[in-house]
């Protein structure tokens, strides 16, 4: 295993870094590894420990990447992790960046946009979240299969601000997001490793948090017909 540091960066880092900006980091990430990797992952919490499973590993540090925040919350270590997983070339997030730790929105979801420069085609994120489905229990992992961006429809879009087409059209389309083959392949596996009664498939809802919600505030949320509820924000680029 290896660690990196890079030179303190000129890049200015008040507002989203512009599309040439992502490639050099991008390239500059890439020069630090062998590894091109094809799949991102991001750990949430509790899952961070997946990057010691990581074979032949390169690790960067956060705080020493251009632009990138610094992960804040206990238990997210902050690290890029560049190596394989049973054969496959992966980049892995141990520790999650949070609107609630003050970043502004956009922050939370750069390392999205840098992963894709260092060239991923699929991104996997993990987080915990809490039950809102009365079906579930505590335990329980689910697949996401669609999301309400809370913040977003009350007019606090990742993506609000200017945009560079470069990094995607201006009005996205957000209807398949998360892809249908992943979740059907996931649910095989789990199958095979007879974990089918654990695995569920539903609707996630962000709030800003950090707080918890209230029975209430709960109460509202399932109303929307979410099955559960986190404060994760890096489904678009
Ligand atoms: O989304 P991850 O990083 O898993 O974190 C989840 O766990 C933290 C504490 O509940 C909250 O930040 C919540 O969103
Ligand atoms: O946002 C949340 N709400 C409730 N429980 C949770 N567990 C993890 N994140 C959350």
């Not at 992966?90 to 520790?95: D, E, H, P, R």
């Not at 389309?173 to 490793?193: F, H, N």
Request: neutral net charge; glycine residues 12%; proline residues 5%.
């Amino acid at each position: 295993m290896s660690e990196y540091h890079f030179e303190t960066s000129q890049i200015v880092t008040h507002r989203p870094p512009s599309f040439e900006d992502v490639q050099s980091i991008g390239e500059l990430l890439l020069g630090k590894t062998k590894h091109r990797p094809a799949i991102g992952i991001i750990c949430g919490s509790g899952l961070g420990s997946l990057a010691d499973m990581v074979e032949d590993a390169n690790i960067i540090l956060y705080s020493e990447i251009p632009s990138f925040p610094t992960s804040t919350v206990p238990g997210h270590m902050g690290k890029l992790v560049f190596g394989t997983m049973k054969g496959k070339q992966v980049v892995l997030m141990s520790g999650r960046l949070h609107y609630y730790e003050g970043y502004p929105m956009w922050k939370t979801t750069i390392p999205v946009r840098i992963l894709k420069a260092c060239g991923i085609s699929t991104l996997i994120l993990t987080n915990a979240v809490g039950g809102l489905n009365p079906d579930y229990s505590v335990g329980d992992v689910m697949i996401i299969r669609d999301h309400i961006d809370l913040p977003g429809i009350t007019g606090q879009c990742v993506l609000r601000g200017e945009n560079d087409e470069r990094f995607g059209p201006r009005f996205l389309a957000t209807v398949e997001t998360y892809d249908r083959e992943l979740a059907t392949l996931t649910k095989s596996i789990a199958e095979k490793l007879g974990l089918s009664d654990i695995m569920r498939e539903g609707t996630y809802i962000m709030v800003g948090g950090p707080t918890y919600g209230t029975v209430a505030e709960f109460r509202l949320l399932r109303g929307f017909g979410a099955d559960a509820v986190g404060k994760l924000y890096e489904r678009f680029r």
